[in-house]
């Protein structure tokens, strides 16, 4: 069920982060409820006035790994893949992503499509994300790295409806603000309970997935997902039962010009790409392996 996947996954990219110096903070001066809107209001607001970046993702996606190269452009975010398994792309694969990337730049058609799911990628992010402080109930946890520490449960009387809001709302778990900023510091969530699709036949969520993130402020407004880590298991149309496991290692966050174009972005990672080649630099992939975050998960 990769539509169900990739819905998942925006949840969890929805939320952002910023790990605080601070270790002595005084006490709350919101109750949490107010202080999640709050914090809901500041990613929202900061996020209309984003700027544009270009990084290296290292993504693991169950056995198999990755390192891409993204820019993110006026015609949405562009992604080329340089290394699969921890070597350069043979030439078959890099035919592939260059005939990808010329599809993109002649094509209006294809532009147009590319952002237009661009778009309603964010819109459904924007929606679940201002959902959040009503769908669950929050109760201060102490403090940690310059963060207050939240506690959440589903709120029983949340009414959630769509596949979207009903997977988010079936998670518990914790939240890290920045004291400072009033910014989602850190997340680990835990399906708690079997979410189905109609009815079980076309498919279930099982209880036990988790995930959990953390992200670094890279701009007075910007924060970006830094790390990135989910384990969901899912049942699709009563016969196929597999693990979605992904693991995302980001970096190198870069600014370029705002509003670049889809064919200034594919030539500015055509240059990453050859550069990276040439030089056979690849980011750590042991990293996977390494804690990342600056806060106590628990998985």
């Known amino acids: 069920m990769p539509g169900l996947c990739k819905k998942v996954l925006l949840l969890v990219l929805t939320l ?11 006490p709350p001066q919101l109750p949490p409820d107010q ?3 709050e914090v809901v209001y500041n990613e929202m607001h900061d996020h209309q006035q984003h700027g544009y970046w270009r990084y290296w993702i290292a993504r693991r996606v169950q056995n198999e790994t990755m390192l891409e190269q ?12 340089t290394f699969a398994n921890g070597r350069p792309l043979n030439g078959t694969a890099r035919q592939q992503e260059q005939a990808r990337l010329s599809r993109l730049l002649t094509s209006p058609q294809e532009q147009a499509r590319h952002l237009r799911q661009y778009g309603q990628d964010e819109a459904r992010v924007g929606k679940i994300l201002t959902l959040l402080p009503d769908a669950f109930l929050f109760e201060f946890d102490g403090q940690e790295k310059g963060c207050y520490r939240l506690r959440f449960r589903p709120n029983p009387s949340y009414p959630a409806h769509s596949t979207e809001e009903r997977v988010f709302h079936a998670m518990t778990g914790t939240v890290w603000v920045d004291a400072r900023y009033k910014r989602l510091a850190g997340l680990e969530g835990r399906i708690s309970e079997n979410v189905d699709f109609g009815f079980g036949l076309l498919g279930r969520l099982y209880k ?14 910007d924060w970006k997902t830094e790390r990135l880590e989910m384990h969901m298991n899912i049942r699709a149309l009563l016969l196929t039962s597999f693990s979605r496991e992904t693991s995302e290692i980001r970096g190198g966050f870069t600014p370029v010009p705002a509003g670049m174009s889809v064919a200034q972005g594919i030539a500015l990672l055509e240059q990453a790409q050859s550069a990276q080649t040439t ?3 690849l980011p750590a992939p042991a990293s996977f392996e390494q804690p990342g975050c600056a806060f106590a998960f628990n998985p």
């Open 35 to 37: 202080l999640v809107r």
């Open 16 to 26: 952002t982060a910023y790990r605080g110096d601070a270790e002595d903070l005084p």
């Open 70 to 81: 993204q820019v993110e452009t006026a015609g949405g975010p562009i992604t080329v893949v």
């Open 279 to 281: 030089s056979g630099t």
């Open 208 to 221: 036990g997935g988790w995930f959990r993130l953390e992200r670094v402020r890279v701009s007075a407004t």
